[in-house]
Structure formats: structure tokens, C-alpha cells
T-cell receptor, first 116, second 114 residues
């Protein structure tokens, strides 16, 4: 079965410190990997994605993510957190064409709290 | 471009009432999805569509029906609402052109069933 895990319900970090939000997956083949952010009472906004190539991908608002194939992980990172980064973050996976790529699989979400 | 829009934004229903949620996208996307979001449970797929006139069940389809009569619209129906269907509903769309395309999400519909 395809699954995505975000092991931390909540991550707390002080403003200016680096942040990491973790994501691991169990999906057939070489999937496409995504991070989304959700602010209160809003829809999900796309942050970044990994398709192929360089394991470190850069996205919106200074976020980046590191793909690790051997650990099947796709952790979201930012060198210096801002209070405005406080939100709910979702990791998502889309299987490749050979494995029902019509669907996206989402983690349960991680609430990021950045304190001043 | 309006992207993905959802109507209505809020709705309160009584148990047993019916309603239809409308999702519209102006990006000519082939794929459309309906999710529900509940606290601590992330997003759960209700139904999805890979093209006009085709729909398929997702993870939690019971109690919902969908229709995709036009490429740009995807309707989610509740025939007889139940309190367990109190949730926030999100529509999303994506294209199959190219590789690894992300989903675009609507702003959500907050539904309360009393």
C-alpha cells in the first residue's frame, strides 16, 4: 500500500533558527514528491517538488527540500525560520505512470510554530 | 486566471438534507479531485476524475456522489447529509501534460451538518 508519513504532529522553532519538517514515504517506483503549505482557513499552496535530478530542490519563500532515495525521505528545510512561516505543512507523493499516477498521497500534516 | 474556485464557502445543513458543492477550474486541467480535511487526519480523497464524463472512487466515497459533465467543473453531492460529513472540503486539479505536475487547490468549503 502507498503511504506517506509525517512523524511529527508539531515542530517548534525559534525565529532565525533552521527548521526541518520530516517526511518519509512508501510508494512503488520512483515517485514525484511535493510539499504544500496551508495557512489558517485557506487552501493548500504548492511550495516545491522533486521530479528527478539534484537531490536538493529549492522552492517558494526560501524553502528547500532534500530527497534521499535510500531512506525514502523528502524533508523540508529552511535555513532561517520566520514567524510568518507558522502554518500547516503537508508532504505529498504521486506515483509514477506505471503505478496509478492519477492519485496523490498526503501525509497527515505537521504544524510548524515559529516563535519570536 | 482565477485558478480553482469553490462554491459555497460555508454551509450549514440539517441531518438528511442534500446539497451540491461546485468546483470550477480555468486551467484546462484534465484531472480533478475532491478531498475532505478533518483535524489530525490530513487530506482524504473522496472521488476524483481523469476527464470529462469519468469519475472514480477515492478513499472515503460513501455518502457522496460526483459528476464531471464539463471539463472545467467537478460537482460533489451529498444526498442525505450526516453529522459525520461535517468537514472542510477541498477541490484540486492538475494536468497530465508533462511530468510530476502539482495539484492546484481551491479555498475550501466549510460544511457543518447539525
Amino acid at each position: 500500500a502507498q503511504s506517506v508519513a509525517q512523524p511529527e504532529d508539531q515542530v517548534n522553532v525559534a525565529e532565525g533558527n533552521p527548521l526541518t519538517v520530516k517526511c518519509t514515504y512508501s510508494v512503488s517506483g520512483n515517485p514525484y514528491l511535493f510539499w504544500y503549505v496551508q495557512y489558517p482557513n485557506r487552501g493548500l499552496q504548492f511550495l516545491l517538488k522533486y521530479i528527478t535530478g539534484d537531490n536538493l530542490v529549492k522552492g517558494s519563500y526560501g524553502f528547500e527540500a532534500e530527497f534521499n532515495k535510500s531512506q525514502t525521505s523528502f524533508h523540508l528545510k529552511k535555513p532561517s525560520a520566520l514567524v510568518s512561516d507558522s502554518a500547516l505543512y503537508f508532504c505529498a507523493v504521486r506515483p509514477p505512470a506505471a503505478y496509478n499516477f492519477n492519485k496523490f498521497y498526503f501525509g497527515s500534516g505537521t504544524k510548524l510554530n515559529v516563535k519570536p | 486566471n482565477a485558478g480553482v474556485t469553490q462554491t459555497p464557502k460555508f454551509r450549514v445543513l440539517k441531518t438528511g438534507q442534500s446539497m451540491t458543492l461546485l468546483c470550477a477550474q480555468d486551467m484546462n486541467h484534465e484531472y480533478m479531485y475532491w478531498y475532505r480535511q478533518d483535524p489530525g487526519m490530513g487530506l482524504r480523497l473522496i472521488h476524483y476524475s481523469v476527464g470529462e464524463g469519468t469519475t472514480a472512487k477515492g478513499e472515503v466515497p460513501d455518502g457522496y456522489n460526483v459528476s464531471r459533465l464539463k471539463k472545467q467543473n467537478f460537482l460533489l453531492g451529498l444526498e442525505s447529509a450526516a453529522p459525520s460529513q461535517t468537514s472542510v472540503y477541498f477541490c484540486a486539479s492538475t494536468t497530465l501534460k508533462g511530468k510530476g505536475n502539482e495539484q492546484f487547490f481551491g479555498p475550501g468549503t466549510r460544511l457543518t451538518v447539525l
